[in-house]
Nanobody, 126 residues
Framework: QLAETGGGNVQPGGSLRLPCAFSGGRFVSYVMGWFRHVRGKEREFLAGIDWRDSVTSDSVKDRFTISRDNNKNLVYLHMNRLKPEDTAVYYC???????????????????????WGKGTLVTVSS
């Protein structure tokens, strides 16, 4: 199970950190990530992280970063210089780590995700 927190209202230019708590499995066996969804649009991949590497979408990589705490079973999305167009529901996701080599971007797809959180709303507005 995945549980996001930390959403809310923030002014343009502000920062926000979204924590996601993982439970019900072996955390280190999962590649963790974040998506967001704006109504009327497709869900957008933002970032993914496994035990050795992380990737961030080109659309946000100058402002967003992902991190994980394997001791606390937490994954975070750190968002800086927020813009009104960042307003969305943000979802924490988990993908069971494949055997063998893989690329995070290849496995972190809408159809490839094993578990989704319920989402947390972030509204960027003055």
């Amino acid at each position: 199970q995945l549980a996001e927190t930390g959403g809310g209202n923030v002014q343009p230019g502000g920062s926000l950190r979204l924590p996601c708590a993982f439970s019900g499995g072996r955390f280190v066996s999962y590649v963790m990530g974040w998506f967001r969804h704006v109504r009327g649009k497709e869900r957008e991949f933002l970032a993914g992280i496994d035990w050795r590497d992380s990737v961030t979408s080109d659309s946000v990589k100058d402002r967003f970063t992902i991190s994980r705490d394997n001791n606390k079973n937490l994954v975070y999305l750190h968002m800086n210089r927020l813009k009104p167009e960042d307003t969305a529901v943000y979802y924490c996701v988990a993908v069971r780590q494949p055997h063998g080599s893989y690329q995070i971007m290849e496995i972190m797809t809408v159809n490839g995700v094993d578990s989704w959180g319920k989402g947390t709303l972030v509204t960027v507005s003055s």
